[in-house]
């Protein structure tokens, strides 16, 4: 029986569609909505900003990355992820984000495009020497095992 961080990604789960994210909002809509993240890119970790976020279990985390179809809609969630809103620019809450985008493509077996987005915000982000120092402190434990 599928978990319902799996009915998600088939999109018959709650409590958002996976369509309607990537098909219908736009650039405003992931700026003002701030608990769908943990589903898009959910993580071993529990969520202290949104309780009901699903947790991926090593069971889901398994069946990802074998299931070619729902591994492809995780780079085409990354790939959106990179398109939308302003959270590449400067230091906020959208630091969390990308962290957590980063460890969860780590988690479902996407390393490589992890580390090279890792690496290339690191050496990009206009953030100054503070703010690039919390966001490596926070992504220290990922380390791309």
Not at 31 to 37: A, M, N
Not at 45 to 67: H, Q
Not at 94 to 119: D, M, P, Q, W
Request: some cysteine; hydrophobic content about 40%.
């Amino acid at each position: 029986m599928d978990s319902k961080l799996i009915k998600f990604y088939k999109n018959s789960g709650v409590p958002y569609s996976i369509e309607d994210i990537i098909g219908l909002w736009d650039d405003n809509s992931w700026e003002v909505y701030h608990d769908f993240i943990q589903w898009l890119f959910p993580t071993t970790k529990k969520s202290i900003y949104n309780v009901n976020a699903p947790i991926l279990t090593i069971e889901d985390a398994k069946y990802l990355r074998i299931n070619n179809v729902l591994l492809k809609s995780a780079l085409n969630r990354f790939k959106l992820f990179l398109q939308r809103g302003n959270h590449l620019t400067h230091f906020n809450h959208n630091y969390l984000r990308i962290t957590r985008v980063i460890e969860s493509l780590c988690e479902i077996g996407l390393k490589t495009e992890a580390e090279l987005f890792h690496k290339w915000f690191i050496k990009n982000n206009t953030a100054n020497d503070t703010d690039l120092w919390h966001m490596e402190h926070a992504l220290t434990i990922t380390q791309y095992e």
